[in-house]
């Protein structure tokens, strides 16, 4: 069941660095508007949510090749959870 999880992380960090705005706002309401199902589930299968949201954070302020690099990262971070 983790690795279901895991993959809906992965695909929703990757709509972070979308072309589509309305895909990469879906993907910051579910890592920062949606959170108590987010931060449920994270604790379910303990995963550090403070650090993702966090991460989402850095995320949403930047554009460009440095957006890209920190989703990569992100994305790595995540896949350490399986």
Do not use: P
Request: aromatic letters at 10%.
């Amino acid at each position: 069941m983790i690795e279901l999880f895991v993959a809906i992380l992965n695909r929703s960090a990757k709509d972070l660095d979308s072309d589509s705005a309305d895909l990469r706002a879906q993907s910051l309401d579910y890592f920062l508007l949606d959170n108590e199902a987010f931060i449920k589930s994270c604790k379910d299968f303990a995963i550090d949510s403070d650090f993702i949201m966090e991460e989402v954070k850095k995320i949403a302020e930047e554009k460009g090749f440095r957006r890209k690099k920190l989703v990569e990262n992100l994305i790595i971070k995540i896949r350490e959870y399986l």
